[in-house]
């Protein structure tokens, strides 16, 4: 500060020509600015800067005024002072001569350097001029200012600057080293190692060269170099710079291809703010690979998600091959797959396809079929030397996939006896499919295809068979016939499993085209054999049974129903019954009625009961037992009131009061039957037979009094009613379909409430039904359904429930089958009513009742296939009830037993449950096979990839999860609920896992 008081002196002396009261105010001027100097040069910048200011306001001296304003703006730097800048600023512009102006913009700049304020340091020395700075000052100025530039960014000019004091003694060593870490950032390490080792000596930068140097060794290939520089470092206390040093050692053995020795500092190495990328978990994953350490290689490499590059694609493919060394194939087939997408490194692609291609072959692929990911295999790699070997795998593979319906498009036109061998494989399986589903009209177009490629002659032989059991199906029993006649003369048959009950089918087709002396012939041939069904055998005891009776064999009727009885699941109830009847038509009336009394005590619940006690009347009847026969008309009445054979019962009731002359009585009865059962058969027998009471007591009047208010009977066109309908019936009976149909139609319009009604709605509703016009056999069978109980009804009910249920008509159908549940006498029937009620109600979302029915149905049912659709929807019904306990031991029953959709649905909901368990292991192992046997049926498959995805998330192998999420997402849109919950898995997989993993986009950013 010498040099400002000497010219400010030097100004006082210039004007020692002013009078002596302006040299007294300079004087207290100089004065005050002396020390106002010294409280700046204390660092007292607050009062300092108030006298400065002082000054330069009392004064009209411009040197003066530029003095203190230079003094004044400097001290707001130093106090940080908002208008700091400004004060500086308004200096430079209101004294642009001043001496200062250079000096103002060294020392704010020098001030911000000295407080590492960087940014503020460039900015003023920006403004400096070089020129003017004095020789002693500028290589303190090249440094500042170059160290500024470093810090704010500007490399290129803090280059320039270091350089020019690089060779300073006082700041070359500084310099040096600054530009050596520039240069070390910049990825130029020759440069770097080259100034790092000019100052390599200097204690200050040391151990911090020692790290870099190690790096730079490890940057440029000297990997042993950097080993040996970074080994006697590993007792630093810095836990930061330690876990750096482990990395350096790490990679460099890594690099030397020395894995095991490079496994202990990789894994030392803590990561960037405690987060790895995929980088280190591919180097350590991969050292583990190479040495055989295949679990903890996995446990590497798949943390590396969300990687697209060649590390990455490497990582993959070694994934794959680990995973396939610990024999998790499922998880290597994702993993090559990812691998195979990616196009870095070309021959890692085509391997890795080769492997996601055997792999899809071997336990089937959930993204897409079999065939498709061979297919594409050979046509991306026509010159491969597996070339021949994936092709024979593609042909097996389209029967293998089971995915039958696309195989068949894939195939459809391809020459070549093996895709013509495959094609026909592929559509009898997919007929057997839709067999099993009920679907009899396609299966059959699907049989037909089959056959249409007879190159398996196995394949040929069991297409016959089921071809012919489609049509058994679909009651045409002429064809059904012809087709098990063809199967029997085929050389083959005999070696395949349709074979055994191949007597049992044809004389059951025989049985429906009435020919029951073959039916028994057959039936007796098939239980000749050994066959381990036993349900099979029983039936076919009963049946053969049927046919003797029929026939009128009775002996070797009762023999057969005996026999019958021996099988558990055989109706024991209708063989007693259909037995005592044989005793009755073999003249022993005795036995007859015996056993129609003990069948009555016996099978207390049995449909038949009404008819034994029907039938055990007309026997007493016959037997001239009148009190036994009324006695057991009264049963039937009073314990059966719906049933068919009250009408009968009642009308035979009367005949006997009147053939005993109890006319009052008879009278009574047949009134009953003819206003209650209306149309009947029996009402048109007791108008006739009550017209001859009337007579014979001498009331003519009364009957035609009576008779009026009966609105079926027309006494005068009885006759002409009777004519018209034998006349329909004829055509009827001789199989003249449509003219049966236009008779019974015009009938039907003359006499639309005639003696005949009823049973001319029901012909015509059998004919329409065997026509295949269920809509017009509609209105035909509600007739008999809504007229009283008669021997149509149930038959009836039977065909409108089928036709309502088909139409999917579930408010219609509802009542039809409550009252078929309730009224029906055969089991079948009932049996029928409660499996579609349950079905309707499932419909109708009353889950509730749809599984009380399922319930009912799987503990009563012997029919397979109303006891798996019993299971299904009580599995699903329990799933909407929330009743899951239920629902999951009943989909894992199902899981075993079941095919097609309902299997694939089966073996989704036993992995869902096992997942919810806890048990992720087993439950990855249910879908493993669900992707592999039913992988056609596209929503399970997508539903089970997210459950998969879950269980490899629990497992802690992102990879997999979050690989499974995203092919999730991309193969299956047409889920959109699967892909929203698919979508949200995997954003709360990688929130969790960017946590650890740097390299991971969670989109949150």
């Known amino acids: 500060m010498r040099l400002n008081f000497s010219i400010f002196l030097a100004l006082l002396i210039s004007l020692s020509v002013i009078d002596a009261q302006e040299s007294a105010i300079y004087t207290s001027h100089l004065k005050d600015y002396q020390k106002a100097i010294t409280l700046y040069n204390n660092n007292q910048y607050k009062a300092a800067q108030s006298l400065f200011q002082s000054i330069g306001d009392g004064s009209s001296d411009r040197q003066v005024k530029s003095e203190c304003a230079y003094y004044v703006a400097n001290c707001a730097v130093r106090l940080n002072q908002r208008n700091a800048d400004d004060l500086i600023e308004g200096f430079v512009e209101n004294y642009p001569t001043s001496t200062k102006r250079n000096m103002a913009f060294m020392d704010v700049a020098n001030y911000y350097f000295q407080n590492s304020q960087y940014t503020y340091a460039k900015k003023w020395f920006d403004k400096v001029d070089e020129l003017s700075i004095d020789r002693r000052e500028i290589d303190k100025f090249y440094f500042e200012y170059g160290y500024s530039l470093y810090k704010t960014g500007d490399e290129r000019k803090a280059n320039k600057y270091l350089k020019r ?53 490890f940057k440029l290939g000297k990997f042993q170099e950097a080993i040996d520089l970074v080994l006697p470092q590993l007792n630093t206390r810095d836990k930061r710079q330690l876990s750096e040093l482990n990395k350096i050692i790490g990679e460099s053995y890594f690099n030397l291809e020395k894995y095991e020795e490079a496994i202990p500092y990789l894994q030392s190495y803590e990561g960037k703010k405690g987060q790895w990328n995929n980088t280190d978990f591919y180097q350590l994953g991969y050292a583990y690979y190479k040495q055989k350490d295949y679990e903890s290689a996995v446990n590497e490499f798949n943390k590396i998600i969300d990687g697209r590059n060649s590390v990455a694609q490497n990582a993959y493919y070694h994934l794959g091959e680990s995973y396939i060394n610990l024999d998790k194939k499922s998880e290597a087939l994702n993993a090559f797959r990812n691998a195979a997408q990616m196009d870095f490194d070309l021959k890692i692609k085509e391997d890795a396809w080769l492997n996601y291609a055997k792999l899809s072959y071997d336990i089937g692929n959930p993204y897409q079929s079999v065939p498709q990911v061979l297919t594409q295999y050979l046509d991306q790699y026509p010159d491969s030397s597996f070339f021949s070997e994936i092709e024979v795998l593609l042909i097996d593979s389209y029967i ?3 995915n039958y319906e696309e195989a068949l498009v894939l195939l459809k036109g391809k020459s070549g006896f093996e895709n013509k061998l495959a094609y026909q494989k592929a559509a009898f399986y997919r007929g057997l499919e839709l067999y099993n589903e009920l679907n009899f009209s396609v299966a059959r177009d699907f049989f037909k295809k089959s056959l249409s490629e007879p190159r398996d002659p196995i394949i040929n032989v069991r297409a016959t068979f089921w071809l012919a059991e489609t049509d058994y199906n679909l009651s045409d029993f002429n064809e059904a016939l012809i087709g098990f006649k063809q199967f029997s003369g085929m050389s083959s048959s005999p070696s395949t499993e349709e074979f055994q009950g191949l007597n049992y089918h044809i004389a059951y087709t025989y049985f429906k085209l009435k020919d029951y002396e073959n039916a028994t012939m057959y039936f007796q041939k098939y239980l000749e054999q050994n066959d381990d069904n036993q349900m099979r055998r029983g039936d076919a005891f009963l049946r053969l049974g049927d046919g003797y009776f029929v026939t009128s064999n009775y002996s070797k009727a009762i023999d057969a129903y005996n026999e019958s009885t021996s099988f558990r699941d055989v109706e024991s109830d209708y063989a007693a019954f259909q037995s005592a009847m044989s005793y009755g038509y073999m003249g022993d009336i005795d036995t007859k009625t015996r056993s129609l009394e003990q069948f009555a005590n016996r099978y207390k619940n049995s449909a038949l009961r009404d008819d034994a006690f029907y039938e055990l009347g007309n026997t007493y009847v016959k037997s001239n037992e009148i009190p036994q026969a009324l006695s057991n008309y009264e049963k039937l009445i009073d314990q059966y009131p719906n049933s068919v054979f009250v009408p009968k019962a009642l009308l035979r009731q009367g005949l006997v009061f009147y053939n005993s002359s109890q006319n009052d009585k008879a009278l009574s009865q047949f009134k009953s039957v003819a206003e209650n059962y209306p149309r009947s058969e029996e009402a048109v027998q007791a108008v006739a037979t009550a017209r001859l009471i009337y007579i014979d007591i001498g009331q003519v009047d009364d009957y035609a009094r009576w008779v009026r208010r009966l609105d079926f009977v027309e006494v005068t066109d009885a006759e002409l009613d009777n004519t018209s309908y034998l006349a329909a019936e004829k055509q009827y009976i001789d199989g003249n379909t449509d003219k049966a149909i236009k008779q019974f139609n015009s009938y039907l319009n003359s006499f ?43 038959q009836s009910a039977v065909r409108l429930g089928e036709i309502l249920l088909n139409n999917k008509n579930w408010d219609a159908a509802l009542p039809v089958l409550e009252n078929l549940e309730k009224n029906a006498d055969y089991p079948q029937n009932i049996q029928f009513a409660k499996s579609n009620l349950m079905k309707v109600y499932y419909q109708m979302e009353n889950f509730s009742l749809s599984k009380t029915y399922a319930s009912q149905l799987m503990n009563s049912t012997k029919d397979e296939q109303i006891k798996r659709d019993a299971q299904i929807i009580l599995a699903r019904s329990s799933m909407q009830l929330g009743d899951e306990d239920t629902a999951a031991v009943v989909y894992k029953a199902l899981a075993k037993s079941s095919s097609g959709s309902i ?43 997210v459950v998969m995805a879950k269980n490899y998330a629990a497992l802690n192998d992102a990879f997999q999860a979050t690989y499974i999420l995203e092919s999730v997402l991309e193969n299956f849109q047409d889920f959109p609920e699967v892909t929203g919950q698919a979508k949200q898995e995997l954003t709360l997989i990688k929130s969790e896992q960017s946590k650890t993993n740097s390299s991971i986009e969670t989109g949150e950013n």
């Open 165 to 217: 004091v690089s060779d300073s003694q006082l700041y070359g060593s500084q310099a040096k080293y600054y530009l050596g870490y520039m240069a070390y950032e910049g990825d130029d390490y020759e440069s770097a190692s080259d100034y790092f080792d000019q100052v390599s000596g200097d204690r200050k930068y040391q151990q911090k060269l020692a790290y870099y140097q190690a790096d730079l060794n």
């Open 400 to 402: 293998s996939s089971k």
């Open 752 to 794: 639309p409430e005639g003696i005949h009604a009823l049973k001319s709605h029901f012909y015509l509703a059998q004919m329409y039904y065997q026509k295949d016009l269920p809509d017009s056999a509609l209105e035909y069978f509600e007739y008999v359904v809504n007229a009283p109980k008669n021997e149509y009804s149930e």
């Open 903 to 945: 299997a694939a649905e089966s073996l989704y909901f036993k992995a869902y449950f096992e997942n919810k368990s806890n048990d992720h292991e087993a439950s990855n192992k249910t879908l493993q096979g669900l992707i592999k046997d039913y992988s056609s049926y596209k929503e399970f498959s997508a539903k089970g990839l």
